[in-house]
T-cell receptor, first 116, second 109 residues
Framework: DTAVSQTPKYLVTQMGNDKSIKCEQN?????MYWYKQDSKKFLKIMFS???????INETVPNRFSPKSPDKAHLNLHINSLELGDSAVYFC???????????????FGPGTRLTVT | KNQVEQSPQSLIILEGKNCTLQ??????????LRWYKQDTGRGPVSLTI?????NTKSNGRYTATLDADTKQSSLHITASQLSDSASYIC????????FGAGTRLTVKP
């Protein structure tokens, strides 16, 4: 019944490694997102993906890349992990990318990434 | 400087009491404003979403107000419950989405 799911819930890895976080939504939504929540609890959007169009936050390093095998999935790949990548990463989805009620976002439970 | 400022940073109230959380923004142009509730260890959950033409919107015991002229919004929680303990995040959409740092609310018995 989970609307937006992420795996894994926790991820501990060493600097320099490459890792992926998976996200799936069963809501039939057209748009998916990745957010990073740092230690100060600020949520920052990293990517939004709608109908094969990717919108990237220009501050996101190119070590981060989203991959969407189909409309229900948007996975996050991270190369050459750095200490500063430690954070909680949230996946979200919405019906569309607009501003009306259909753009309400549903968030996943988050993945806590710790880079040592 | 963040364009969405929330106050207070944290708040402790007794169960059953009311409280009001504030959100001031400088984002322009403005599309809509959202309030989210984030329980510890979970993703945010949408409470309300308002466009610039809406002044108030309720969701159960949660009532959000918006003054687009002064660029202020508030979230009023009535008859608080222990389960209201969470972070409340204000998000302003203006092309992209700008998040406030949140207000951490603790409701004590």
């Amino acid at each position: 019944d989970t609307a937006v799911s992420q795996t894994p819930k926790y991820l501990v890895t060493q600097m320099g490694n490459d890792k992926s976080i998976k996200c799936e939504q069963n809501l039939g939504h057209d748009t998916m997102y990745w957010y990073k929540q740092d230690s100060k609890k600020f949520l920052k959007i990293m990517f939004s993906y709608n109908n094969k169009e990717l919108i990237i936050n220009e501050t996101v390093p190119n070590r981060f890349s989203p991959k969407s095998p189909d409309k229900a999935h948007l996975n996050l790949h991270i190369n050459s992990l750095e200490l500063g990548d430690s954070a909680v990463y949230f996946c979200a989805s919405s019906q569309d990318l607009g501003t009306g009620p259909l753009s309400v976002q549903y968030f996943g439970p988050g993945t806590r990434l710790t880079v040592t | 400087k963040n364009q969405v400022e929330q106050s207070p940073q944290s708040l402790i109230i007794l169960e059953g009491k009311n409280c009001t959380l504030q959100c001031n923004y400088t984002v322009s142009p403005f599309s809509n404003l959202r309030w989210y509730k984030q329980d510890t260890g979970r993703g945010p959950v949408s409470l309300t979403i308002m466009t610039f033409s809406e002044n108030t919107k309720s969701n159960g015991r949660y009532t959000a107000t918006l003054d687009a002229d002064t660029k202020q919004s508030s979230l009023h929680i009535t008859a608080s419950q222990l389960s209201d303990s969470a972070s409340y995040i204000c998000v302003v959409s203006a092309g992209d989405m700008r998040f406030g740092a949140g207000t951490r609310l603790t409701v004590k018995p």
